[in-house]
């Protein structure tokens, strides 16, 4: 690679932003948004297997034992964020992608020949790391590379893929966990094996997505930025674009090879100390009300509802699907009615159903059913806003702390969020007070319209404006 030193002024960024929708940008989604469906189909599969590792003749795992590899992937996940994060600001996007698409398929192939606690964990672990990786280093692609007027609608629809990952991983686990089509220390392996076959085919679709011309340009490789952004854009006219419009603005920029962790820290907590309580309080909020109620649904309506275990996963599908049809359906108007009016209207949206179904429940005024339906309501909302957290994290800081910040805020969200909250509902429903419970919903309820009024203040409206005007790169300065 050749590399440039001193002040270049370049039109990369409105190059790429003035490009129309293309088979490119399609092909972008799928090789790099596979990701969340990934990640979805796991964290289902492994919930709905976990009854059939207790058995002698597969793993013979206890109570404790299916926890304590649930909590080790969650932690794989924080800690793959933190590390690929940083190395995917220092070594670029596309080196980092491949690197832990390659993890997750290893990772989650040696899950499905794991032979004892040790070696499940193990590989838990690893697919954690992996997949917390992939987080950081895929939605930095996709804000670098996707036009500024599409930004928020793909991003948010990249991001509740997740739910469609769920939905297969419940579908699928159905005949592979019966005892009629396999053996009972078979189904649950093939599971774990579908995930790795698909994260291959992915892995062999990441061959034709570019390095993040922007990364490059800041980063001293201009040579490789212009071909790249130039290869982008015979694609697009190839597939039907046509003939482009001229690129409108330059930005200048002094590439650096490394950007160091003290300027990083210091761009993230001094200068943009209030975007960074933004992104706190966004993905703290959605992550504790996505954890307080989907960890817990299936005790709740055991305890509260009567509702036999064999029956659960009847009541949990229509809540993936509200889940996936909110940021479909809702996206576009994240690029059109704006970002701000979007976020702050889905959190408080949410936050106050959530309210009044918290009070509901407390009054026992609902059924199994009608509570059913009053959660997937309040997700079809709530996805929306859980997904622009993502989105609003990954496109507020520098360039180069972009891939940082998405992993800081993931981690301090799952921390502080996807922790806290089963261990305190499942204390609460321990209880077997309804008021107890519908407590803890008044207080997700809450911390929601938090969220809401901290994206009223600061929040900022980044809705079909270049990533470089929303947040000056640390490049641009001599």
Same mark, same amino acid.
């Given at each position: ?336 009615? %704006? ?5 702050? !209207?889905? *959190?408080?949206? $949410? =936050?106050? @159903?959530? #309210? &009044?179904? +918290? ?72 209880? %077997? ?5 519908? !407590?803890? *919903?008044?207080? $997700? =309820?809450? @911390?929601? #319209? &938090?969220? +809401? ?26």
């Amino acid at each position: 690679m050749s590399t440039t030193t001193g002040a270049i002024q370049t039109d990369i960024p409105a190059r790429i932003d003035r490009l129309p929708w293309s088979r490119f940008h399609l092909m972008l989604v799928i090789a790099l948004g596979v990701t969340w469906i990934l990640d979805g189909l796991e964290v289902t599969i492994i919930g709905s297997i976990a009854p059939k590792l207790q058995d002698p003749r597969t793993l013979a795992l206890t109570d404790q034992d299916v926890g304590t590899i649930a909590a080790m992937y969650v932690a794989g996940a924080v800690l793959g964020a933190l590390m690929f994060g940083w190395l995917t600001d220092r070594f670029g996007r596309r080196i980092i992608f491949f690197t832990t698409l390659a993890l997750y398929v290893g990772s989650v192939l040696g899950s499905a020949l794991a032979w004892d606690f040790w070696s499940f964990a193990l590989f838990r672990v690893l697919t954690g790391v992996g997949i917390g990786g992939e987080y950081a280093a895929i939605n930095s692609a996709i804000d670098e590379l996707m036009p500024a007027k599409l930004r928020g609608r793909i991003d948010l629809m990249v991001n509740g893929s997740y739910w469609a990952g769920a939905a297969a991983g419940a579908a699928v686990s159905l005949p592979l966990l019966s005892d009629a089509y396999f053996g009972v220390d078979v189904g649950w392996r093939i599971g774990f094996g579908i995930g790795a076959v698909l994260g291959l085919g992915i892995l062999f679709l990441r061959r034709f997505v570019p390095e993040s011309p922007r990364w490059q340009v800041t980063h001293g490789f201009e040579d490789e930025a212009h071909r790249n952004t130039r290869e982008i854009e015979e694609k697009v006219e190839q597939s039907g674009g046509g003939p482009l419009p001229p690129p409108k603005g330059t930005l200048t920029v002094h590439p650096r090879r490394v950007f160091g962790f003290r300027l990083i820290f210091r761009t993230m907590v001094h200068r943009h100390r209030g975007r960074s309580i933004l992104a706190l309080c966004l993905m703290v909020a959605q992550a504790f009300l996505y954890n307080s109620v989907f960890f817990t649904y299936g005790l709740v309506l055991t305890k509260f509802q009567g509702v036999p275990s064999e029956h659960v996963g009847a009541y949990i599908l229509p809540l993936t699907l509200g889940n996936l049809m909110g940021p479909l359906l809702l996206g576009h108007l994240f690029d059109t009615v %704006g970002r701000k009016p979007m976020i702050t !209207g889905t *959190y408080g949206l $949410a =936050g106050v @159903l959530l #309210l &009044v179904v +918290a009070f509901l429940f407390g009054l026992d005024m609902l059924t199994a059913w009608t509570q059913t339906l009053c959660w997937m309501v309040i997700f079809f909302i709530a996805s929306a806003a859980a997904s622009a957290a993502y989105l609003t994290a990954s496109e507020i800081f520098p360039l180069e702390t972009r891939a940082m910040a998405i992993a800081v805020f993931f981690a301090l969200g799952t921390l502080l969020g996807g922790v806290t909250a089963p261990l305190i509902f499942g204390w609460l429903i321990g209880t %077997g007070v309804q008021w107890y419970v519908a !407590g803890g *919903y008044f207080f $997700a =309820g809450l @911390l929601m #319209l &938090v969220a +809401a009024v901290a994206e009223v203040r600061l929040g900022v409206e980044a809705a079909g404006r270049p990533l470089e005007e929303i947040a000056e790169p640390l490049s641009g300065e001599d």
